[in-house]
């Protein structure tokens, strides 16, 4: 079995590692998950890695589709999906005909039926009746007399899914003339893929991107030189961007959970997925789990803790006895039922000391001497009258690592509503609040608008211009006659997108944005991106068909919590099928600002008139 390196470094032109952390644990027998934290010549990256050995005759791979139907069916979650099939660790699948009929655009084939042919000539990983993993070209074989079967490379296969491009064969690098004409070759994007070692390995794949703080994603062939690192033999991509998922059981939890950060900012409903799933036999509590594997929090934090045991299978399995925890030194803390208290004089290092029955495990504890960043994170900044909304301070070293605060955190509010106990109440009428929390020198501020109103955004045509995606035919104007922009789109060339871009960064956090549309009733798809301070983007739909003539406003909520101020970047058009060109028109943009108190300016930064 590829066993994961504790440490990544992939050849050129995978961007120099400067720093890293890695994280790793089991998930079942022949199942092992790994995560990378690294800090790069090129920005920080977040890199989860799956890797199932088939040769265990415990371990599965099939594929999933959604909903369990090919067509007439919605798109669901990777997450689902595994929840559903009971599958231990999973990755996001195909290419697929999104909000249409979402059905893949490649090959899928589950257990032995062709549910969709191969299709555009790209590669697909596939699963010998032996359980062997082999990626290559599928191709339909209409055996006479018998039901089509696939193969690929020639083998006939029980299990496929279609992706694309091909990244490595035989280890080294493709340019493949495939690729999906999707810019990840000129531009970061999150990536998933998969890869295949001989005799027995499968990796699945995920690096996390359109998120500059967080992780900034990969180019196609810098993709391609991480599976070279890996030892992979052969490796191709599968739908990424905002579909880029994979899902593992964390130990001591009966489901999969999501493992990344989609960069959506939520779990894109897709097509279908490649699992891996486990018949290893259930047994008897063999080892205990701690959550949280390890402890960093400051004096006086209160840590939440959970104790689980598993099995020989790395199922869950129930405790032998009540759980014993116990902090060494004394002087770190005590704990008080599933809590770790520390103390407010706390220093140094310890251990957490755990039995149950005759189990014995440890987990490390750090106390953090001071905080680097402390945020608020709520769930809205737009509560409606009289709500209870839960408010978590979240504090960062200056490496960047979470520490925990709960209970080291002085709270204060202003302005209206009541806080107590790191719980907001709002009040019964229009208001607007602001809370603020304070531990180890770090502050943050969080302001609370109960009710709304609507406050003209007062753009103009000179902050905008146009592109296209691929570059083609079209234009951005302004109408004079009813003081709009015109944006003008030709999609007759295989043009996919047209832009009207910007860089206008809004004052305060507003959450939603509007402005009226001139339909043309071309059934297009009017989307809004926008980015936060951190540069993290955010794709939002305005309109998911624009069916109408005549003047409509349009909405979309903005996201509550991103970092401001909030970028908008572009408000775009995505072709759909049949499609040729048009012309919509956008005119009195606005923006929603909770509470009653309207940020001034509005526009905090204006791009430079071009």
Known sequence: MLALPATLAPPPPFPAVQAEQRRYEDVAPGVVRAEYDLRTSSGPLVIHIVVADLSDPTVHVRTAL????????????????ALRTGAVAAVNGDFFDIDRSNAPTNVLVQDGVVLHPPGYGRPALGILPTGTAVIGIPALDPASGAPPAVTIDGSPVVQAVGGGPMLLRDGQPVDDPTAPDNGTDKVRFPMAGVGTELPST???VEVDGHQPGYSVGLLRNEFAALFQGL????????????SATIVARPLGDAGAALLNRPSDGRERPVADALEVLSSAPEGPAARLVVRPRSIFALPGARVSLRVAAVDGGDHPAPLPAPPILTAAPADLGAVDGVSLQLSATAVGTGMLEVASGMLHTETPIEVAPRLQRLEIQAPTINPSPGAAVPLEAAGYDEAGRRVVVDGAVRWN????????????????????????A???????????????????LPWQPAWFTFASYPAGAGSLTQDDECACLALHYDFTQGERAAYARTAIALGGHPVAFSLEVEGDAGDGWLRLRVADARGRQYALTLAQHINWSGWRRVQTPLPAGALVPLTIEDVYLVARDGMRSGTLRLRDPALTYPGTITPSPVIARPPQTR
């Open 413 to 436: 509010v202003a302005g209206g509503g009541n806080l107590e106990g790191g719980v907001y109440t709002a009040p019964e009428t229009p208001a607007s609040a602001v809370v603020t």
């Open 231 to 242: 030892g992979a033999r052969d490796a191709m991509g599968l739908d990424s961007g905002g």
């Open 202 to 204: 499968l990796l699945l």
């Open 438 to 456: 304070q531990a180890e020198g770090a502050q943050a501020r969080l302001e609370l608008g109960t009710g709304e109103h609507r406050v003209a």
């Open 66 to 81: 959604s909903q369990g139907l090919l067509t007439g069916s919605q798109a669901e979650t990777v997450r689902s999906m």
